[in-house]
DNA sequence: CTCCAGGTTCCGG
DNA sequence: CCGGAACATGGA
């Protein structure tokens, strides 16, 4: 009965430099579930194991084009971190982050997924995913686990801001609602994105409800590959102003927007995801400490 | 109970 | 372009 999500056979793929652990929990998808020694979770509407045993990464046979595909298994760490500056806080983020892939997000889910995600912690944002998916989406089967898929935009716009708050999105259910429906209307093509160079992409993408730079560069970055978005957040705002603003109090949004811009380079996009990553997991660990503070007598 | 979370939008300087 | 405020919900 243990671990009978777990395919009976599993096909290898040929993933150097690659930490699917690590990829999984840094904040870019927020779907997949540990299963046995692996993982569990879907891509585009195929339930997927994936599990990883030193440098051989498995996953269920037949999906490993869609698995290497989205994993970003052709990404090049090498040249990537060759081109990161060369800075203390940036090589501190290396050491924590090395194995981490951006991921090539089905652009659908991973639009919709973020904009339920405005001032939501982590843990919610997965809460609500879920819960879109199991109301919403077409459920599968891997082994005995019971996966579901996301929703299609056609099937979100025809849902009501009432259901859709039933997933605890409160008032981001409008803004999803409103993207679902321009999309299933074929006023905002996702497809039609890919062609587009990356300014008028995320122009493209800020149409949308819901949906500003933030949002949109997220999406440009986990969805489409375009690894130079630089998405900035409160974290990824108080690594800017702490560490490359520490003298110049109080940078503007624009200042920050232009420095992240050009200071990072042509993988900026995984620099901002290294920087965030890392500055989630500090905090995570000095929150440990205190709790073990306060909890002893 | 208070604080804050991978923001967006609208509004007045 | 900038700072403020409103907007829901649930962990810490």
């Known amino acids: 009965m243990s671990n009978s999500s777990v395919p009976a056979r599993l ?7 690659f930490d699917l652990e690590l990829t999984l929990r840094s ?23 994936a599990e990883q045993r030193e440098a051989v990464f498995l996953v269920t046979p037949g999906t490993e084009s869609l698995a290497h595909h989205y994993f970003a298994l052709d990404h090049s760490p090498a040249a990537i971190l060759a081109s990161f500056p060369n800075d203390p806080a940036m090589n501190t983020a290396i050491e924590y982050c090395r194995g981490m892939r951006i991921l ?8 919709a997924t973020f904009i339920t995600s405005s001032m939501k912690q982590v843990a919610h944002i997965r809460q609500m995913s879920l819960a879109i998916r199991k109301k919403f989406g077409q459920r599968v089967q891997l082994g005995d686990a019971e996966l579901f898929t996301y929703p299609s935009p056609a099937r979100l716009a025809k849902a009501t801001e009432e259901e859709l708050r039933e997933c605890k999105l409160g008032y981001r259910a409008k803004n999803l609602l409103g993207t679902a429906r321009l999309i299933a209307d074929n006023v905002v093509n996702l497809d039609r994105i ?7 992409a995320l122009a493209e993408l800020c149409k949308l409800p819901g949906v500003g730079e933030k949002v949109a560069n997220c999406v440009m970055l986990f969805a489409y590959g375009r690894l130079r978005a630089f998405p900035i957040d409160v974290w990824i705002g108080r690594v800017l ?29 995984y620099a901002q995801q290294y920087l965030f990553h890392h500055a989630r997991m500090k905090k995570r660990n000095e929150a440990g400490k205190q709790e073990k503070h306060t909890r002893r007598k």
């Open 104 to 111: 090539r997000q089905p652009p659908w889910e991973c639009l």
């Open 11 to 17: 096909a290898s793929i040929e993933a150097p430099e």
């Open 241 to 269: 102003r702490e560490i490359y603003f520490k003298r110049k109090r109080n940078a503007t949004p624009k200042q920050l927007r232009d420095f992240s811009q050009t200071y990072f380079g042509n993988y900026g996009g």
């Open 194 to 200: 890919k062609t587009m160079d990356d300014p008028a």
């Open 27 to 49: 904040g870019q998808a927020f779907h997949w579930s540990k299963s046995g020694e692996g993982y569990v979770g879907t891509i585009e509407n195929t339930p997927v194991y």
